[in-house]
């Protein structure tokens, strides 16, 4: 069984299909002609949490999408990449091709991260609460006394 993140990564066969088809059946590159197995390069990486959604996803012949992940001139290739992105969908966020977890949290909602008995050195036992909030770490003290 996939996890969320696994599921939300890859990339399904509708969404080659759409992108193959978007990219005229050719690498966006070096403009060969290509299956659309080849309609599998992430713009923003997997490894960086890239969504597979079309656009986040361009078709790459596997000598192009291997230069794009490991070849000198990859930021050329990413700015290109970027550039003809935009062309279809407008200027994308980078938070909008990404993975979040707690993408439907409010920010203003408290995370509980860790709850547990502290012994203080007046000998009275406290349940400490480490909460996150706006990226920023909180603890709270005196909760519950037990």
Not at 7 to 28: E, G, H, L, N
């Amino acid at each position: 069984m996939k996890s969320k993140l696994a599921k939300a990564t890859s990339i399904s066969k509708d969404v080659k299909m759409k992108v193959w088809v978007r990219d005229k059946f050719s690498c966006i590159y070096c403009h060969r002609r290509v299956p659309v197995e080849c309609a599998n390069s992430h713009f923003v990486k997997r490894s960086q949490l890239g969504l597979g959604i079309e656009q986040n996803i361009v078709t790459a012949c596997p000598k192009c999408h291997y230069k794009y992940d490991f070849g000198v001139n990859c930021k050329e290739m990413i700015n290109y990449t970027r550039n003809y992105l935009s062309s279809f969908y407008g200027v994308l966020k980078r938070s909008e091709l990404t993975y979040h977890k707690y993408s439907n949290i409010n920010n203003s909602w408290w995370i509980v991260f860790l709850c547990k008995k502290v012994l203080t050195s007046d000998n009275k036992c406290y349940k400490m609460l480490l909460v996150r909030r706006d990226k920023k770490w909180w603890m709270q003290k005196n909760l519950q006394r037990k």
